[in-house]
């Protein structure tokens, strides 16, 4: 047989022989969600992201979905095609973060933790405010002017109605369905706007808020949790409930990789505290 018909059979066999699919670590993910994930992947969460399927020899591959009421049902818990109902094949594996204990999703150990902070703006007439508690003894005329974002749901709006101050709120909606601002670039216009003047945010969000002007730009003072009002909370990554295997797998990456975790996570200026290990979710 000559070289070329031995050389025209092997390509015959490379074009008929099914490719080998790569591995992927797959993400479900809201596109326009900053810090934690945006679709340009200059969020936290996608670097994180890569850093685990680089070590798992992975390619990242995302699913999109806003992250509101239905997130997890169209994303983490939805088949490929809506026709199979074998379960063996999911849009995505991975929601990047959740709480620690999250009922929708089974959870991995923590990763991180932050807290909720009072956000000020500089300049305003409230440059004195070292502590949220101060609000709550300030006389009637300046809590008349007090300008502060509140939630629908969230501790920072429970802190204001425990203190007397919900009716000094600036109601918004915590998932509000816009399509071109998440929370934290919401309230990052209406702070620049001058709608506002101070918030109590989560940690993550307060410090997207604060990258977004000039250094000092605003006083940031961490909440203090009490018996009966939480502000700070460990989150973690969610996987489907009974998916021990792949918890596991990211439960010894979160451990081996918790160093470069917490470097990526500084880069973005979050309020960190000490992770300890908070009971998760597991299943039976």
Request: aromatic residues 8%; charged residues 25%; proline residues 6%.
């Amino acid at each position: 047989m000559s070289v070329t018909k031995i050389l025209a059979g092997l390509c015959l066999m490379a074009m008929t022989l099914p490719a080998v699919a790569e591995e992927k670590f797959k993400v479900c993910a809201d596109p326009l969600n900053p810090p934690y994930s945006t679709k340009n992947k200059d969020g936290f969460e996608n670097k994180i992201a890569e850093l685990f399927a680089k070590e798992l020899g992975q390619k990242v591959e995302y699913t999109w979905f806003a992250q509101r009421i239905g997130f997890i049902r169209n994303t983490l818990t939805a088949p490929v095609n809506d026709w199979d109902a074998s379960g063996e094949e999911f849009k995505c594996d991975i929601v990047m973060g959740v709480p620690a204990g999250y009922d929708l999703t089974l959870t991995t150990a923590p990763y991180y933790k932050s807290t909720y902070v009072l956000l000020i703006a500089k300049g305003r007439g409230w440059d004195d405010i070292k502590d949220a508690d101060q609000l709550t003894k300030l006389p009637l005329q300046r809590h008349e002017s007090l300008k502060i974002a509140m939630f629908d749901r969230g501790p920072g709006t429970i802190w204001l109605q425990k203190n007397g101050l919900l009716d000094q709120g600036i109601s918004y909606q915590s998932m509000s369905g816009d399509s071109e601002n998440n929370v934290a670039m919401q309230i990052d216009k209406d702070f620049k706007a001058k709608k506002i003047d101070m918030v109590i945010l989560w940690g993550p969000m307060a410090a997207y808020v604060t990258a977004q002007s000039p250094k000092n730009s605003y006083i940031m003072i961490p909440m203090k949790s009490t018996p009966g009002m939480k502000f700070d909370f460990a989150m973690a990554m969610g996987v489907r409930n009974g998916d021990k295997a792949r918890k596991a797998k990211l439960d010894k990456l979160i451990a081996a990789k918790a160093d470069r975790i917490q470097e990526i996570i500084a880069r973005y200026n979050i309020p960190l505290l000490p992770v300890s290990k908070e009971p998760v979710k597991d299943d039976d």
